[in-house]
């Protein structure tokens, strides 16, 4: 008789365990209700990206001395850099400088330990293509300066979850401060 009503009260506890798993669960789902859809309709309305965004590297020709420090810290060993050795003036002179970004991890190690800051990120991140071949970059096309989100007219920006908090916060002081 104590086996059979040992049996039963497992089965009580383990009913009221699995009831608590789905008021929770349906709780957290209710708690989702109430909050603004993160949806965005793309080709029309772009994300602002974060501050430290990691996007399309950007070169400059006239800063880099060649010293292939990318090249070494890079996981990939991506950057190609192609030198010649002035005689005359014991330098190096840079004559070409490309990336693949079909490759690239984006992990911004080059940039990182760059000695002279000739490599920077861009918030540029819409990189796709029909030909794998157009992802390789030179020096010309790294030099390019991407247009901002934010000075393109025919997009309206959309602000990330962090940059509307802030917003929101910063607002709200400075009701407080002028309702004083």
Not at 44 to 69: L, N
Not at 73 to 78: A, G, S
């Amino acid at each position: 008789m104590f086996p059979m009503l040992n049996g039963f009260m497992n089965y009580g506890q383990q009913t009221v365990r699995a009831a608590r798993y789905i008021g929770q669960s349906f709780m957290i789902t209710l708690s989702h209700t109430n909050r603004l859809p993160v949806t965005i309709q793309y080709p029309y309305e772009k994300s602002i990206t974060s501050e430290r965004f990691r996007g399309r590297i950007h070169f400059e020709f006239d800063k880099c001395i060649a010293c292939e420090v990318c090249v070494r810290v890079c996981p990939i060993d991506l950057p190609v850099v192609d030198w010649r050795l002035e005689t005359n003036i014991r330098k190096k002179r840079l004559l070409n400088y490309s990336i693949d970004f079909g490759i690239c991890i984006f992990c911004g190690n080059c940039v990182e330990y760059c000695p002279t800051n000739c490599l920077s990120m861009t918030e540029e991140y819409e990189l796709s293509t029909y030909d794998r071949h157009e992802l390789n970059y030179n020096q010309i096309a790294l030099g390019r300066l991407p247009m901002s989100v934010i000075g393109d007219y025919t997009i309206r920006t959309i602000m990330n979850s962090t940059q509307i908090k802030i917003a929101v916060d910063k607002s709200l002081d400075s009701r407080t401060i002028t309702n004083y």
